[in-house]
């Protein structure tokens, strides 16, 4: 992706860092694991988050040293997730939302196979945006997550 899009910020989803990470875990040890790993994935910043890091690796490490390198091959791509508020990482912890919209506008455009202009592709993606509410009532579920974080 750095190739095509040099400038793009990439994050990995949180939520399968986390999964990944009690996957390779003992089902006894899940809890206390928790707790280790909330003050990472809540710290203020990057340098809170290793210092937090590095007490789970001194605690962890011996027994679950997959875990510990799991979590630093991910370190570059978890760190812009720090940088936005606590608000708004509840809203991006998952790259579901994203990918849900990336299905679907593949989907209406492969039913529509072309399209006379740019711009008409445009008001396709738009459309399909807009109508992401599965009600018809006109509401924008997905906005009402961002909600909090507008304040």
Known sequence: MANVWPLTTVQTCILHLIRGTFRLASKRDRDALKRGIKPICTAVNAAAAREALDQLAETWGQRYGAIIRLRENAWSEFIPFLDYGLEIRKVICSTSAIESLNARDRRAI????????GQAALKCLYLVTRSLDPTGTGRARWAMRWKSSWR
């Not at 492969?110 to 202009?117: D, I, V, Y």
């Open 110 to 117: 492969k039913a529509r196979g072309h399209f006379p202009s």
